[in-house]
């Protein structure tokens, strides 16, 4: 088959992940282990590559129970307990939480400390979500669907803020919907523009190719917001989470396919996703 191929220069790590990884390596090529609290990018041919290099995913649960170690603390950050129970078991704390997140959290907590209702916009038990909880003690209120709001009690005025890796458009619809209920709604635009600047380069990207292959992990939200884009604009898009899941007859002769990825895409995947398509 004479199949051309392209990635999406746009796709790959956001900065966030860039760093968070470029400092685990820098103390693994120096310690040779290092523990990181839940995975370090939600995509686990990643995590196998930096897991060889002597990284140790452990969970919180584990994390109570280590003393006097280093451990790294991902890009979507953690709650504020997590930094106290650090301090009481003499944990060291290397810090990779996203700026973008930070501010967030700092948003969230202020909020908070004012005393007005929050209503954080996000998955339910992703890590980013629990961290900007923890800024609230555990008093937000999480929706992750627009029908979750009709269980609730809503308060006269809200403050509505997002995990980062949202979609603008359903943002701003929720925000309407809210109103369309009589609440008063302090507005918090807290996404991160890298990855809805994705949403909008990724239509543009999507409708230039016959086929689209999508290479994200399958724990990836921001892959999944990602993933819908470029089906709402070219149909023809696959979702791989590694090379193997090609598959030879989604192709045909001639065929132009774009690949693309995630934030938590490594770019040697879409590479190893590109040699393979060539070699069918």
């Not at 523990?35 to 969970?59: M, P, S, T, W, Y």
């Not at 950050?77 to 060291?92: H, R, S, V």
Request: charged content about 30%.
């Amino acid at each position: 088959m004479k199949l051309s191929v392209e990635i999406d220069e746009n796709s790959g790590f956001c900065f966030g992940v860039v760093f968070a990884i470029q400092m685990a390596e820098d103390i693994l090529n120096e310690e040779g282990h290092l523990f990181c609290l839940g995975d370090i990018v939600h995509n686990d041919e990643e995590v196998a590559r930096l897991r060889e290099k002597g990284l140790k995913i452990i969970d919180h649960d584990h994390f109570k129970e280590l003393r006097n170690t280093k451990v790294l603390i991902r890009a979507h950050g953690e709650p504020p307990e997590t930094y106290q129970l650090a301090l009481e078991n003499n944990i060291e704390l290397v810090d990779a939480s996203c700026p973008v997140v930070l501010k967030l959290q700092h948003r969230v907590r202020e909020a908070h400390n004012k005393n007005d209702k929050i209503l954080i916009y996000g998955k339910h038990g992703h890590a980013e979500v629990k961290g900007l909880l923890g800024q609230t003690q555990g008093e937000a209120t999480v929706i992750e669907q627009f029908d979750e709001l009709d269980k609730l009690e809503l308060p006269k005025k809200i403050q509505l803020f997002s995990q980062t890796t949202k979609r603008t458009k359903n943002l701003f619809a929720l925000k309407e919907k809210l109103e369309s209920k009589g609440v008063e709604v302090d507005f918090n635009d807290t996404l991160c523009r890298q990855v809805s600047n994705r949403d909008v380069q990724l239509r543009d990207f999507a409708k230039k190719f016959d086929k689209i292959v999508f290479v994200a992990g399958l724990k990836s939200s921001n892959g999944k917001v990602l993933f819908d884009v470029c089906k709402d604009n070219n149909p023809n898009t696959f979702f791989v989470s590694s090379k193997n899941e090609l598959q030879k007859e989604w192709f045909k002769e001639n065929d132009s396919i774009g690949i693309c990825g995630a934030t938590s895409t490594p770019q040697w995947q879409m590479d190893e996703v590109k040699e393979a398509i060539l070699n069918f």
